[in-house]
């Protein structure tokens, strides 16, 4: 799939124009990225997103769910959304919180970790890839420029 055009640095005239185009090339490496995770061969169940809340989960389960909203700066919807889907590929299992009866604890099941390690391996070498163009210095400075419009520390 060809790369969307941007303005050139002479044509960006405004700040509708420099949004525009930070939109179009989100919206372009996204669509990348889940077509390249696609191809290689992880499950198409299995989104960006959706490993992203793996990993969280792996790295505190068993995990409250409405931590999961914090922790990933995401509508509570999406949460249950991501749980039901990957509950239904019986990667995840709900369970009653001990000590909040109203809470729902989130955990992985044996069938979770080497998908998950299998996504992750895959989701970095699709990052590398659609970072290639981009040398280590302007990666940087991307990342810093990224970093002034929002706090990427939560994403």
Do not use: C, W
């Not at 077509?35 to 960006?48: C, H, K, N, V």
């Not at 749980?83 to 992985?108: C, F, H, S, W």
Request: proline residues 8%; hydrophobic residues 45%; aromatic residues 4%.
């Amino acid at each position: 799939m060809p790369n969307p055009p941007l303005p050139s640095n002479e044509s960006v005239s405004s700040e509708v124009d420099v949004l525009d185009a930070l939109i179009r090339a989100a919206h372009y490496i996204k669509r990348e990225f889940e077509s390249r995770l696609s191809a290689m061969d992880i499950p198409g169940f299995l989104t960006g997103p959706r490993l992203r809340l793996l990993i969280f989960i792996s790295e505190s389960e068993p995990v409250r769910m409405s931590d999961l909203v914090a922790m990933m700066d995401i509508k509570a919807i999406t949460v249950t959304q991501f749980v039901d889907a990957l509950e239904k590929e019986q990667l995840l299992v709900r369970l009653p919180d001990p000590n909040d009866r109203r809470a729902t604890l989130v955990k992985l099941t044996d069938l979770a970790p080497p998908l998950i390690e299998q996504g992750r391996a895959a989701a970095n070498k699709v990052k590398e890839d659609l970072l290639k163009p981009l040398p280590l210095e302007l990666r940087s400075q991307l990342a810093d420029i990224l970093a002034k419009l929002v706090d990427l520390k939560s994403i």
